[in-house]
């Protein structure tokens, strides 16, 4: 929830500083959300994993 936060800040900081016109960093920001969504789905992955093969 805290990147969700920094991200929704980045995005009005951007909007105030750049003003209309500007640089969209909207696709940015999205990506890096995306990025750490990806990281949380890894590590998930890899902590079942590791369980099954220990069960193994």
Not at 18 to 24: M, V
Request: proline share 4%.
């Amino acid at each position: 929830m805290k990147i969700v936060a920094i991200l929704s800040l980045v995005s009005v900081v951007s909007a105030y500083i750049l003003g209309p016109g500007g640089i969209d960093l909207a696709p940015f920001a999205s990506a890096a959300k995306d990025a750490v969504g990806d990281k949380i789905d890894e590590s998930k992955h890899d902590g079942k994993a590791e369980a099954h093969k220990q069960q193994i």
